[in-house]
């Protein structure tokens, strides 16, 4: 069975930083796609960014652009999203997503097949 396991969450203040961390339980590209995705309290599920493995390419959403990043270890197993200046409204759960297909359009949550158990990130003005 596949898992899923954020970590990095935290709490910091606006303009801060922060690395977020999903180890797969196995190899990123037995994925079709992988991202990550933020709820916060009150709101749906959004799509932060998502990492095609067989073409590579990274799609963000454009609240994000530019101050958030995606990128993988060379095992292949696990996935980081480096989050920089980040503002209050970025404060949401934020989980790991893969799937063995590729969602169309990338945000729709009912794509993907796995989750991780959500890492809570927290950002104080």
């Known amino acids: 069975q596949v898992q899923l396991v954020e970590s990095g969450g935290g709490s910091v203040q606006a303009g801060g930083s922060l690395r977020l961390s999903c180890a797969a339980s196995q190899k990123r590209y037995s994925f079709g796609t992988i991202g990550w995705f933020r709820q916060a309290l009150g709101k749906e599920r959004e799509g932060v960014v998502v990492?095609?493995?067989?073409?590579?390419?990274?799609y963000y959403a454009d609240s994000v652009k530019g101050r958030f990043t995606i990128s993988q270890d060379n095992a292949k197993t696990t996935v980081y999203l480096q989050m920089n200046s980040l503002e209050p409204e970025d404060t949401a759960i934020y989980y790991c997503?893969?799937?063995?297909?590729?969602?169309?359009?990338?945000?729709?949550?009912?794509?993907?097949?796995?989750w991780g158990q959500g890492t809570q990130v927290t950002i104080s003005s």
């Open positions: 997503a893969a799937s063995t297909g590729w969602p169309r359009p990338w945000t729709q949550v009912s794509g993907y097949n796995y």
């Open positions: 990492f095609y493995t067989g073409s590579g390419n990274t």
